[in-house]
């Protein structure tokens, strides 16, 4: 029989990637999907829609909210899935800042929830919880890693705090499989439009294309360490594949700064970043993490995970799809 996995945060980057990797495995997937006024399922259709009609029926959406307990219950009792990612989240950093409140409900209090209604089912899947480099915060001088120290710098990271220390309670107290991934930034052609590198890779197919003009981004000088989140699903598989939970950073242990990215990217286009990439203020957060750079050895050790894909190689990745994606527009 095949392994039931069912995925919160489906409908988004990261979920769509995990989609493809666990049907290639032959899991039944199930995803919890919340309803909106318009249609969000632009990443996944392709795996609804798949003509093969058997590999149709091992992906299944059921209505469901991280604020709503009662749907979460229903849908982990119909389910009873083997394995959990737990990836929905309100995800953005800056947003965090405009709706605090609402970032803490779903990104931490909804993982309390998930976690509670599958105690009280008394089901025992084995869980991952989407945990971010963002709740280290402030730059440390050395490589980040599962001992460094948190200093969450935004509503989103205190809430991911919140939910990484809630996953290691469970797991110690209730003695639950919950393995915490430590995530560095992962990006990719499914990335949501308002995050920097997808950003910079749009804006630069749409000047290169005669669209636009100018981009406006905000800090030119934030550095990141960031990968493709093709290969970061892989890391969230092999952690519930472990005989015992875990928490792992994932990340390539090299960082680049945004201006880094642009000139990579607008390099690949053979145009001049600076004619074009405007820095405004109104994009800076009240308080920014400056710079991130992951250790990724015992995941690398334990896991036998690797990154696979340069920065350059994942530009290129994400500036070839965004400009086939203006041009389909077009
Ligand atoms: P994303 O593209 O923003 O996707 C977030 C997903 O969460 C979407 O499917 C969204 O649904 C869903 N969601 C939001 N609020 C919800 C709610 N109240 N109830 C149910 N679902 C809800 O994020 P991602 O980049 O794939 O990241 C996946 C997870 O990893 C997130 O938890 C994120 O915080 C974490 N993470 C990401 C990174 C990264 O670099 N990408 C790094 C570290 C950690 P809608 O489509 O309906 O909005
Ligand atoms: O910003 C700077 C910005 O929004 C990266 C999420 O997936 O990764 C992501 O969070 C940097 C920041 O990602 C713009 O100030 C400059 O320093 O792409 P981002 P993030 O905040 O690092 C972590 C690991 C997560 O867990 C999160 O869920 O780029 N920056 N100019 C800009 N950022 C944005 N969004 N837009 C700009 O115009």
Partial sequence: MSKKALITGVTGQDGSYLVELLLKKKYEVHGLVRRTSTFNRGRIEKFLNLKNDKQNKKFILHYGDLVDSGSLTKILSKVKPNEIYHLGAQSHVGTSFEIPEY???ATGYGTLKLLEAIRNLKIYPKIYQAGSSEMYGNFSANKLNENSSFHPRSPYAAAKVYAHWIAVNYREAYNMFISNGIL???????????????????????????????????????????????????????????????????????????????????????????????????????????????????????????????????????????????????
């Fill in 184 to 330: 560095f930034n992962h990006e990719s052609p499914n990335r949501g439009e308002n995050f920097v590198t997808r950003k910079i890779t749009l804006g630069a197919a749409m000047i290169y294309l005669g669209l636009r003009k100018k981009l406006v981004l905000g800090n030119l000088e934030a550095k990141r360490d960031w990968g493709y989140a093709k290969d970061y699903v892989e890391a969230m598989w092999l952690m519930l594949q472990q005989k015992k939970p875990d928490d792992f950073v994932i990340s390539t242990g090299k960082s680049h700064s945004v201006r880094d990215f642009c000139k990579i990217v607008f390099g690949l286009l053979n145009l001049d970043y600076k004619k074009f990439v405007i820095s405004d203020k109104k994009y800076f957060r009240p308080t920014e993490v400056d710079s991130l750079e992951g250790d990724s050895a015992k995941a690398r050790k334990l896991l036998g995970w690797q990154p696979k894909t340069s920065l350059k190689s994942l530009a290129k990745i994400m500036l070839k799809s965004d400009i086939e994606y203006i041009k389909k527009l077009k």
């Fill in 103 to 105: 970032t803490l409900e």
